[in-house]
């Protein structure tokens, strides 16, 4: 995929997971960033789990984002929170 392509997943993908997570996005080059990081999250963990990763830039992609991108944040608040 082209970086183009990378980042409009990852804002889209940021942006639900975001929304999800805790109802609100985080702003769009958070969002990107956070979409982007989760796609790899997620492509790692759905291919730990036999399935397929990353396949293009299509709606399968953007839900493996999502779901990476939902276990980042999850992971991010939790820390967080423990840290105060």
């Known amino acids: 995929m082209s970086l183009l ?3 409009i997943l990852g804002l889209i993908a940021g ?14 080059i958070l969002d990107i960033v956070l979409g982007i990081v989760g796609a790899v999250i997620g492509g790692w963990l759905f291919t730990t ?4 990763g990353l396949t293009g ?6 839900f493996v984002s999502m779901v990476g991108a939902v276990v ?6 939790a820390v967080s929170r423990g840290a105060h």
Request: aromatic share 18%.
């Open 5 to 7: 392509a990378w980042i």
């Open 15 to 28: 942006f639900l997971a975001s929304k999800i997570v805790n109802n609100t996005g985080q702003g769009a």
């Open 49 to 52: 789990f036999g399935m397929a």
């Open 57 to 62: 830039f299509n709606l399968y992609s953007v």
């Open 72 to 77: 980042l944040l999850v992971v991010y608040h």
